[in-house]
């Protein structure tokens, strides 16, 4: 057995836990490594006893060597499941994110034209170019601030109003987070849901209430011809 595993400690974990991240060096003897979930803004020390053979036969002594792992980055980051949603045109728009070494999370939302919209929730916006850059064509509707009071490299999940209180009309829209780890997401506005059944040759779709679930009547549904089954709309 390999009695190199059995010299290694490591402040803050046990003998068990470092020889579960261990692994070779790819051929190479004379390398082992450890993979560790080491936490951030910690000094952690190494000990390696003494009595380990070098290629060459000969005992080698006991090294000790410390070090500390750097801080978080500072970012806000949305919590969202994608980079597009939708929201009920009935309640006020509420968007949850992560927060981490800032002071206060900055927000700027904008409205999106057809165009912009469906590029957004057909995943098809190459020709907005890197996405993390991209601004709007329209002007910006609102632009806010959240205070943020979390320790540091904790990270925190807070809660802001898309609307700044009440609902957001009928439409498209896109927020953005300020800071150098920009996150983004588009979203509509909505009173109503189509539900599509699509076969090779068929479709059928019907357009319902997105809060009561209920038939909207008299709603006319206009299909596009296109690659993407999004391309529908009442």
Same mark, same amino acid.
């Given at each position: 057995?390999?009695?190199?595993?059995?010299?290694?400690?490591?402040?803050?974990?046990?003998?068990?836990?470092?020889?579960?991240?261990?692994?070779?060096?790819?051929?190479?003897?004379?390398?082992?490594?450890?993979?560790?979930?080491?936490?951030?803004?910690?000094?952690?020390?190494?000990? $390696?006893?003494?009595?380990? =053979?070098?290629? /060459? *036969?000969?005992?080698?002594?006991?090294?000790? &060597?410390?070090? #500390?792992? +750097? %801080?978080?980055?500072?970012?806000?980051?949305?919590?969202?499941?994608?980079?597009?949603?939708?929201?009920?045109?009935?309640?006020?728009?509420?968007?949850?994110?992560?927060?981490?070494?800032?002071?206060?999370?900055?927000?700027?939302?904008?409205?999106?034209?057809?165009?912009?919209?469906?590029?957004?929730?057909?995943?098809?916006?190459?020709?907005?170019?890197?996405?993390?850059?991209?601004?709007?064509?329209?002007?910006?509707?609102?632009?806010?601030?959240?205070?943020?009071?979390?320790?540091?490299?904790?990270?925190? $999940?807070?809660?802001?109003? =898309?609307?700044? /209180? *009440?609902?957001?009309?009928?439409?498209?829209? &896109?927020?953005? #987070?300020? +800071? %150098?780890?920009?996150?983004?997401?588009?979203?509509?506005?909505?009173?109503?849901?189509?539900?599509?059944?699509?076969?090779?040759?068929?479709?059928?779709?019907?357009?319902?209430?997105?809060?009561?679930?209920?038939?909207?009547?008299?709603?006319?549904?206009?299909?596009?011809?296109?690659?993407?089954?999004?391309?529908?709309?009442?």
């Amino acid at each position: 057995p390999d009695r190199r595993r059995e010299k290694i400690s490591v402040t803050g974990f046990s003998l068990q836990e470092i020889q579960d991240g261990m692994y070779g060096g790819g051929g190479d003897e004379r390398s082992l490594y450890i993979g560790l979930r080491l936490k951030p803004s910690a000094r952690y020390t190494v000990n $390696i006893a003494g009595g380990a =053979l070098d290629r /060459g *036969g000969q005992v080698l002594p006991a090294y000790t &060597f410390t070090f #500390t792992t +750097g %801080a978080l980055a500072p970012s806000v980051s949305l919590a969202v499941p994608g980079n597009s949603g939708i929201y009920a045109s009935s309640a006020e728009p509420i968007l949850y994110y992560h927060a981490t070494n800032v002071t206060s999370a900055a927000f700027t939302l904008y409205p999106l034209t057809a165009a912009e919209a469906n590029a957004w929730f057909t995943n098809d916006f190459k020709s907005f170019g890197n996405p993390n850059e991209w601004t709007p064509s329209q002007a910006a509707i609102r632009s806010w601030a959240e205070p943020i009071s979390v320790s540091k490299d904790e990270v925190a $999940i807070e809660s802001t109003s =898309l609307s700044g /209180g *009440g609902t957001l009309p009928k439409g498209n829209y &896109f927020v953005r #987070t300020g +800071g %150098a780890l920009r996150s983004f997401f588009a979203f509509a506005v909505v009173d109503s849901e189509i539900v599509v059944k699509l076969s090779q040759d068929e479709l059928v779709a019907w357009v319902l209430d997105h809060d009561t679930g209920k038939p909207v009547a008299g709603a006319t549904i206009h299909a596009d011809e296109a690659s993407h089954w999004d391309a529908l709309h009442a």
